[in-house]
């Protein structure tokens, strides 16, 4: 285990019908003008905008709305919410919706309490020192922004995508009613699942050593999404099953399993390239590479692999054979993926092979010198274009 | 799972060398003139107090001193050290110790930041609105108060002892090096497991149903002390095993795990007055307790108990007799109870039979109407009194 400073002060308010809290909760963190933030209008057909709006009225708290957050949030929106932040002396900002909104919201958070540009905390490493208040009423459960420190936002001129990570940025507080999520379409469920996976996954694949207590909260976590997730798809109504799903949606990425630990995250890399290049749905592009990286890098640490497999996916251990066990749990990945309907090949989400090299080439770096991405087992451009040919 | 609202402010600094970082992080939460609150002395003796003063001396951070915390806090050094907070203008409290010495100066901390007298808010149930912000360096890895709502107080004049659970009372920041722990005797090592294992198991055995992810996460950090607590007795000095169990200490007992359930506690209630009746260490009181607490009630949920039978000590089910099976976890826990040098029985911890009925009749009760104590299978005194004597 490594050295680790961890704080999470979020607070999660969860449940059925908690939603009515909203107002009062807002206004218990000094909230009197909001801005009401969301994407393309499902909230007004699936009855979570009226609930908000109404709790919001009876705390006799004033509403400004921003809506329009797109997936893959854009700069010029983000810039939008901050000039209307401004105009209007709004001091709590409110996302409802999933990632794209939260982490929309966050930027316009440290934007609107910033005298330069909000660009500068994405693109040039600055360090945000203050933020207007952030509170989200969660509707997809998914990305895990509603518990984390991150925010990713695109650059509307140059299809630049680039994450900001910082302390000040976790929400204030996040309502999570399971209930919100049984209108979400089968597909964007799956694409939900296959990143709040992926986000425990990416952290299990980590070249420190004596990390048994995190391995064995990541493997409890994974294990509870594949055991809900042909629940929810089965009855999407399942309250029970949508529960579990979000909150580990939660859990997966508020960095408590990663405490003591340095996650890989070439996957996550490599799939922001994916995202850029054709707006492919994060969890689906995930769905892709991760199978294809494992096959690429196993061999790398191969009792992690193994572990992986037994202990997450049940596969038989096979005592004299570790590659077939390893390659078995691989199987298991790939197939739990088709299960809840991701894609298995880059060709399924538009991209072909002469587009791989420019692909490769783009993904950001973690070691600048060495021009490698990802922890576990550090990849150079090649490495990436030979994963890219894997899952062509 | 039942709705919840959950945060834990908590700060954790943990590692190799953190203690330098104490007097740093002190001045970054506004302390300039610090309550060094501490217990027995055990920390002249192993350098933490050497290190933590120089850590504070080198921030220029003026520092007061409070010694002499035994365990099972006494109230009457509260009030001295509310006493010396008001003449001294403290304006930051660190405590140096285990679970005992943390839960005195979350109690001096609210203590002087109110009116009346303290002992409202462990006797009369009234609920602090301030405090003065209190930081830890934990050096004994038990009680999980380092990150924990509560504080258990003994009133010195009629031996209550009475707890306090407050979302005020969480400390802002815990240094935990594992390294501190190193000089612990084994008893005490014994006792600090027993205490953190009972934390989760408390939490584990609950009348709710749909806790997939919660019951993973639990049965997560019991195996991780199961299998890390032979290590440490081992080897005291094992860095690896001491950090894993020092993690899963504050884990235990932060609430996450028990986020959407309710725990039982019952085994809790009642060693509370063994401790009050004859001094007995929280840890070994629990270890007798708990599993005849198991034995009386397993009936009530067969299913649960083969679930932690085979999930927490990999016991082989015998799916024709669930019985065997759960009776076989019951064993497991008595002898890894056992094999870290706890006691078996109320003889050993110097309680009769003779005593029994005095001792239920005190155990405080959840339920004032019903008279009874435990939220898995709630217990009449006459209940209690048949777990006393199967643990006789």
Redesign the interface.
């Known amino acids: 285990?490594?050295?680790?400073?961890?704080?999470?002060?979020?607070?999660?308010?969860?449940?059925?019908?908690?939603i009515v809290q909203t107002g009062s909760v807002i206004k218990e963190y000094g909230g009197t003008r909001v801005l009401l933030h969301f994407g393309g209008g499902s909230i007004k057909g699936n009855g979570v905008y009226d609930e908000v709006t109404k709790s919001l009225k009876a705390a006799g708290i004033e509403i400004v709305e921003l809506g329009g957050v797109q997936p893959n949030p854009r700069l010029s929106l983000v810039r939008e919410g901050i000039k209307i932040c401004r105009e209007k002396n709004v001091d709590f900002i409110l996302a409802v919706g999933g990632g794209s909104v939260i982490d929309s919201a966050k930027a316009i958070g440290v934007g609107a309490s910033y005298e330069g540009d909000v660009w500068d905390f994405y693109a040039a490493g600055k360090v945000p020192q203050k933020t207007l208040p952030v509170g989200t009423v969660l509707t997809i459960a998914a990305a895990g922004s509603e518990m984390s420190w991150s925010s990713v936002i695109t650059n509307d001129d140059g299809a630049l995508k680039r994450p900001l990570d910082a302390q000040i940025i976790y929400p204030v507080?996040s309502v999570l009613d399971p209930e919100t999520t049984y209108s979400l379409p089968a597909y964007q469920t799956g694409c939900g699942i296959a990143d709040m996976f992926v986000h425990v996954f990416e952290r299990y694949f980590t070249a420190v050593?004596?990390v048994?207590?995190t391995d064995?909260?990541c493997?409890?976590?994974m294990?509870?999404i594949v055991?809900?997730a042909k629940r929810v798809l089965d009855a999407p109504g399942d309250y029970?099953a949508r529960?579990?799903i979000m909150?580990?949606g939660s859990?997966a990425h508020n960095n408590?399993v990663g405490?003591?630990r340095i996650g890989d995250f070439a996957s996550h890399m490599i799939e922001h390239e994916l995202s850029g290049f054709n707006d492919v749905a994060h969890g689906a592009g995930l769905a892709v590479i991760v199978p294809n990286w494992m096959k690429f890098v196993y061999r790398h640490d191969l009792p992690r692999f193994v572990q992986f497999a037994v202990r997450v996916f049940d596969v038989e251990q096979d005592f004299h054979n570790p590659d077939e066990t390893a390659l078995r749990g691989i199987k298991a990945m790939r197939d739990f993926f088709s299960s809840i309907g991701m894609p298995a090949t880059l060709a399924e989400i538009g991209i072909h092979e002469k587009d791989f090299g420019a692909i490769a080439g783009k993904v950001k770096k973690f070691d600048e010198v060495k021009g490698t991405v990802g922890n576990f087992r550090p990849l150079g451009p090649a490495d990436v274009e030979e994963i890219l040919k894997l899952a062509k």
């Open positions: 285990m490594i050295n680790f400073d961890y704080k999470n002060p979020t607070r999660i308010i969860f449940g059925k019908g908690t507080f050593k004596n048994d207590l064995r909260l493997e409890a976590i294990k509870t055991n809900n029970n529960a579990e909150w580990a859990l408590l405490t003591g």
